[in-house]
């Protein structure tokens, strides 16, 4: 049977085939002398006579191609691709690719690429991007650019997404969303585009926030038939994003997207359907939509929420979240629910709403009112109209009391031992003396010190008496610590995501460890994104992933993230 993998990338190079017979202009802008020593290919352009030659062997390429003689079309192919013809040097990599000899072909687009040939840029990319044994998101982003200054839309979306994510270059949402409105503005527009357009102006990610313009570009993409638009648009209607609130048309377009099983949308349909918003209540249908928004759809290859959440996608968080809140498709917890809305909460309003919704049912008004002021400042419709009804002698202005901020140790000179002494619990040997230092910060109350000292006692002491005192000390420091990892505090994430995983004062979980560590990482704490690579490359979860994570661990100072991409994501050997 056939890999999902190679059946994707079958009918995506397939498709190629044609545009590449069809639009590649043999000869055409050709790069100077420079640019082809710069890309290391072996392939020169044709002299004349080899020109002439070539172009013989590509038209009978073309007669036995349309004669269904594939061996003798491929052999003429072949021949024209090593005489220098950029077209079929581009046609022949494809045909390495459905042959799975993807050094070949990777030779051959780049021998295309130097010469000029506007796909071959963007179909390498592609293959640093997708294909396992040769992802690499540097040359993925490297290849994606040339192909988007070539105005191809798919390799500007792509560049885009590489921008967006940070995958093989540095994050920068600005520039992503210059590249996503150049696919989205093309006559044929991308429709991922167009939905990533409309994100960053719904959520102000790299443009100043507009949900009345990120409405437009929903609708836009929604009238192409396409599943990640319409629900976009069904969240506007759904919330009051730049349109006014609506029910039954945010149903209207969110029974559109799950028709091409998008969990997003299924999701949010068995929330209508279990509230009866816009619909009749039928807690029958919602329990289906539940079921296969977990499940995710092997016909359209989509994973379910849970597996998209573990892999950082926030949309999928959120909703995973309410699940957990309500109980729906999964069993009712409100500890996961607030995880995974945490964890979603940077980038998404309608989380910072739920978390206040939560903390409310558990009669916490202060926390409440500090998640409706984060969302009323990202102009949250319902975050504003909860703020007037709940609090309404207060100021609209964000008010975040004390106790919303992250703690910091109060323990004066000890304070700067604290920071030196939890970096190295986890090598060989602690001097003395920085574990008193963490031993007087521990005895003061501090839970980031209690928990590295509970790290101490555990890996440096040993034995029944060491673990006994470990146990001690992350008993005291687990709510501390957890209150201050809720507060924003991406050291004390860092820490809660390790007993999560250990099982050190809490029942192991690795989900819940997951969590806070991507918590920590979204932050910019370098140690976290170090932790998160680490974690998505040891379960070889997903490639892309470890490589952003270790990337930008380096960027943010950590010397062993950046010695550890050298040996395991090597730039690729150039021909």
């Known amino acids: 049977m056939m890999s999902n993998t190679k059946m994707k ?48 062997l590509y ?39 459905t042959e ?26 592609r293959i640093y991007f997708e294909e396992e044994q040769k992802m690499n998101m540097k040359e993925a982003a490297r290849w994606f650019r040339k192909g988007a200054e070539q105005g191809k839309t798919f390799a500007q979306r792509m560049y885009g997404i590489c921008c ?43 443009v100043e926030q507009d949900r009345a313009e990120a409405a437009k570009w929903f609708r836009k993409g929604a009238g192409h038939t396409d599943d990640y638009n319409a629900y976009g648009l069904g969240v506007c209607y759904m919330e009051g994003y730049g349109v006014e609130q609506d029910m039954k048309e945010a149903v209207k377009w969110f029974l ?31 329990g289906d939509y539940f079921k296969k928004a977990m499940a995710g759809s092997a016909k359209y290859s989509s994973k379910g929420l849970p ?40 980038e998404n309003d309608r989380a910072q709403v739920a978390l206040a919704r939560l903390a409310l049912n558990a009669g916490d008004r202060d926390s409440a009112e500090r998640w409706l002021r984060k969302a009323a400042k990202r102009d949250n419709p319902s975050a504003k109209k909860l703020l007037a009804e709940l609090f309404p002698e207060k100021e609209a202005g964000e008010k975040e009391d004390a106790s919303a901020q992250p703690r910091t140790a109060e323990i004066g000179a000890t304070v700067k031992r604290l920071v030196s002494a939890l970096r190295p619990v986890d090598q060989e040997t602690l001097d003395t003396e920085s574990v008193e230092w963490l031993r007087k910060a521990a005895e003061q109350g501090d839970p980031k010190a209690q928990c590295a000292l509970g790290v101490v006692c555990l890996k440096h002491y040993g034995g029944a008496e060491g673990k006994a005192e470990a146990d001690k000390w992350f008993a005291k420091a687990i709510d501390g610590l957890r209150e201050a990892a809720e507060n924003g505090d991406p050291e004390a994430q860092t820490l809660l995501s390790g007993c999560y995983g250990e099982g050190n004062g809490v029942k192991q979980d690795q989900t819940l460890s997951l969590i806070w560590l991507r918590k920590a990482a979204e932050q910019g704490f370098a140690r976290a994104q170090f932790g998160l ?12 992933e470890a490589d952003k994570w270790f990337r930008k661990a380096a960027e943010n100072g950590e010397s062993a993230a950046e010695g550890f991409m050298e040996r395991h994501f090597p730039d690729p050997e150039v021909e």
């Open 164 to 206: 967006f994510e940070g995958y093989g270059v540095t994050q920068d949402r600005a520039e992503a969303v210059k590249w996503f409105r150049k696919a989205a503005e093309q006559f044929i527009p991308d429709s991922e585009a167009l939905y990533m357009l409309g994100v960053c102006y719904r959520d102000g990610l790299g």
């Open 256 to 286: 559109k997207a799950a028709e091409q099983d998008l969990p997003y949308a299924q999701c949010a349909l068995g929330i209508c359907y279990a509230h009866g918003l816009g619909v009749t209540e039928d807690p029958a249908k919602a």
């Open 100 to 125: 799975d000899r993807i050094d070949e072909a990777i030779k051959w687009y780049r021998a295309a690429a130097a010469q000029g040939n506007t796909m071959a840029p963007t179909l390498l990319g």
């Open 307 to 346: 597996e998209r959440a573990e892999n950082g996608d926030h949309e999928a968080q959120y909703w995973l979240g309410v699940c957990y809140e309500e109980g729906r498709g999964v069993r009712q917890d409100d500890t996961m629910a607030v995880a995974w809305l945490q964890a979603a909460e940077q």
């Open 9 to 56: 990338r079958n009918i995506f190079f397939a498709a190629v085939a044609v545009i590449l017979a069809g639009t590649a202009v043999y000869g055409a802008g050709l790069p100077d002398k420079t640019d082809r020593q710069a890309e290391k290919t072996e392939t020169e352009a044709p002299d004349n006579a080899d020109r002439k030659k070539a172009e013989e």
């Open 533 to 544: 690579a680490l974690m998505y490359f040891a379960e070889d979860k997903d490639m892309k």
């Open 59 to 97: 038209l009978q390429y073309e007669e036995y191609d349309s004669n269904d003689e594939s061996e003798k079309a491929v052999e003429c192919l072949r021949q024209a691709a090593e005489l220098g013809h950029d077209k079929a040097q581009a046609l022949y990599a494809y045909t390495c690719m």
